[in-house]
Structures are given as C-alpha cells and as structure tokens.
C-alpha cells in the first residue's frame, strides 16, 4: 500500500509540471514578442545593410570599407560587403546587386560601375538605397555622398598648370568610356586647361584601373612624342604611368598630377616623382553611407546629398596634421 501511495504522488507531480510546462509555452512566444517589441532599434541586430563596392582589393574601396563597418558598429546593423574583382565588370556588378536584393536585405548602399544599368536594377527596390562615389539618376535614390568630380577635375587642370607654368603637352590616362565620374573629372580638366593656351592635350586614354596596363599605354604615349604632363584620373592610372615614367628616367622631367592616395602613391609623392593628388575622403564615404541607411530605415529623413570635398595634395603639405589624418584615417 506504501508503495502504491508514493507511486501515485508521483504521478500526479509529472502531471502538475505537464500542466506548467504547457501554460509556459502558451505565454512565451507571447512574452518573446514583447520583448522583441519593445526593444531599443540600436539593439535590433536583425537590420542588415548590403554595401555594394566598385571593386575588391583597392586601397580607396578598402578604406570605404573601413568607415562602413565602423558605422555599422555604431549604429547596430549587420554589414554584407559585396564587390566584383574589377572595376570593368559592369554585368557582374549588376548581378550581384540583383542577388543580393532577390535575398532579401533592409537596406542598399552602391557605387555603381554604371548609372543606366544600376539606376534600372534600382528601380525596383523597395527598400532605402543609398548611393556613394558614383551619382545614380533612379528616383528610388534617396541621397548620394560622393566628390564632385567636376570640381575635382578643374583642381587637377589648375595644378598641372602651376606645375608645368601654363605651357606643355599634356597626356590623359582615364578610367573608362561611359563612366559617369571620369567624364566629369575630364571635363572639368579641359575647362581649367582653357585658361592656359599655352597648355596642349595630346590624347586622352583608357586604361581602367590597372598598373600594369597603363603603363603599357603610358609607353605608347610617350613614344609617339613629347610628353611634359600626365593627369591620371585614377590610382591604377599614376601608379603604372609613374612606373614607366622613372623606366625612362625622366622622372624629374615629365610633370605627374593623379587621383586618390593609395600607399604606393604616397611613396611617389614624397620621392618626387608624382607632383600632386587630388585625394577624397573614401572612409567618412563609407561611414555615412550606413549611418544615414540606418537613420532612413528608422524613417528619419536623411539629406538628398553629401559632398565629399576634395583636396590637392603634394609634397609641401602632405606632413601637415589635418592632410595625414585625411591620408591615413584614424578607425576606432
């Protein structure tokens, strides 16, 4: 009878936790939803922001990289970084954004390769996009932060002119045809160069973003002629023009005006065999770009543009502070 008894008690204590066990399921998902609820946003982990980039393994697209993840830290979203390879590979660009915005993602941040292809992949989203580097003329844009390239283009013009006293010949080493930043930057060069008559452009060429290629064609250039000037509209482009420049000696000779800082240009800069650099500020580009995703996606209002200014950089002013914090930024 003992044992019946106490058999009995333990039945009905495993049916009494059953019952609790059953009440709890019932109110948790409950509680779960609450708490999700009422939860600080900057604590929401689940807003993901996807950075699509111009190209992988740049030292510009590298520091972009840098005041993004900074940002996303800040502001408490997961960053996706998306890039092609290259900087020509306009289709794979594109479908890389299409994926990303098929898989789903809160919010986009794009430097696009191309207006026209990106702006019609734009169109369709539904989600706040963010254009950085590069203007996009989809109305689904909700503010661009970027250089103005044209402005940009003139301060390269007007220092190759100081450079070479407002007379020489002059080479272009551009990044690619239909590409929206370079036609600026070149047009605002040619309209700086109107003011210098004595200032001749012997050609204007395309050599993408590779060193190794713009050198080739900088050694095409020069042995068609005499070359005082090179403007490079890119780092690629002074980098591999520089290389074949000091090749041929002529270092001290050939004037060099470029775009952007990478660390190899920073070497030519203080060597003298590149006289000035039009440089951005790639990482507060980057850092921006998700801290104003972040604010749209809590649907506050966000400015229509930011410019990032540009600045010319050689060899008298590269030490002061404020340039070497612009050159080599300072990530928390």
């Keep these: 009878m003992r ?29 779960m939803n609450y708490f999700r609820s009422n939860s600080p946003q900057g604590e929401d982990q689940s807003r993901d922001v996807t950075l699509m980039l111009r190209q992988k393994d740049s030292d510009f697209w ?9 940002a996303a830290k800040e502001f408490g979203v997961q960053l996706q970084i998306i890039a092609p390879d290259n900087d020509d590979d306009v289709e794979g660009q594109l479908a890389m954004v299409r994926s990303a915005l098929k898989q789903g ?25 963010i254009a950085i580097d ?4 989809s109305d689904n844009v909700l503010s661009f932060i970027g250089s103005n390239n044209y402005d940009a283009g003139q301060k390269a ?9 407002g007379r020489g010949e002059v080479a272009i080493l551009s990044i ?8 600026q930057r070149v047009h605002g060069l040619l309209d700086a160069f109107k003011h210098a008559p004595g200032i001749e452009v012997l050609d204007n060429r395309y050599c993408m973003s590779s060193p190794e290629y713009c050198q080739e064609v900088t050694g095409v250039l020069m ?16 980098i591999g023009a520089a290389r ?42 980057g850092y921006l770009g998700v801290k104003h995703a972040a604010e749209a996606m809590d649907g506050q209002e966000i400015p229509e543009r930011v410019d990032i200014p540009t600045k010319v950089i050689d060899i008298e002013n590269m030490f002061w502070m404020d340039n070497q914090k612009l050159l080599f930024p300072f990530v928390k």
């Design 3 to 31: 044992y019946a008894g106490k058999l009995g008690y333990g039945f009905a204590g495993v049916a009494a936790i059953a019952a609790i066990i059953i009440v709890l399921l019932l109110i948790f998902p409950s509680a």
């Design 62 to 70: 590298n520091t972009v990289q840098k005041g993004a993840e900074t």
């Design 105 to 129: 993602t809160d919010a986009l941040i794009v430097a696009a390769l191309d207006d026209t292809g990106m702006s019609k992949v734009i169109d369709e989203a539904r989600i706040p996009v």
């Design 134 to 137: 590069t203007e996009l003329t």
């Design 157 to 165: 013009g007007k220092k190759m002119i100081e450079l070479l006293d």
């Design 176 to 183: 690619m045809q239909d590409d929206r930043n370079t036609e």
């Design 223 to 238: 042995d068609k002629g005499e070359v005082d000037g090179i403007v490079a509209l890119n780092g690629g482009a002074s």
């Design 244 to 285: 074949e420049v000091e090749r041929r000696g002529m270092s001290q000779v050939v004037k060099m005006v470029a775009f952007d800082s990478a660390l190899e240009q920073l070497e030519l800069l203080q060597d003298g065999k590149l006289h000035g650099t039009i440089v951005q500020n790639p990482f507060s580009m």
